[in-house]
């Protein structure tokens, strides 16, 4: 049994590789804390993007979201960003989650993604 690790320290690995499916961490907007809901996704969005590239997969093999919002308020805000994100026909099972308190007030989204590896 092979499991291969992408970022790793002492408390958690970003990506993490078993059998041909790969689990992502919660992203957050490393490169845009404090911004808008708006911009937090799209930035969110784009560390997915680089981490399922990483571990050789992509967007179109997306089998599963979580999705974690400070208030529900910002959810149709969120969606328009994430609908523009995922392509048509590659949907992934979802979940959204209202959570008072991610990791920093920084933060007012955070999501995780499972995915096939191409």
Do not use: C
């Not at 979940?95 to 590896?117: C, D, H, N, Q, Y």
């Amino acid at each position: 049994m092979t499991i291969q690790r992408f970022h790793t320290n002492q408390r958690m690995s970003q990506a993490v590789i078993h059998n041909g499916t790969v689990y992502l961490a919660g992203q957050v907007a490393q490169d845009a804390p404090g911004a808008s809901v708006t911009d937090q996704t799209r930035n969110i969005l784009e560390r997915i993007d680089g981490l399922l590239a990483e571990a050789g997969s992509d967007k179109n093999h997306l089998l599963s979201a979580t999705l974690w919002l400070n208030t529900m308020d910002d959810f149709a805000e969120m969606n328009a960003v994430w609908d523009a994100w995922v392509p048509e026909g590659h949907a992934p099972a979802r979940a959204g989650v209202e959570s008072p308190r991610l990791a920093s007030p920084k933060f007012t989204v955070e999501i995780g993604v499972i995915a096939a590896v191409k």
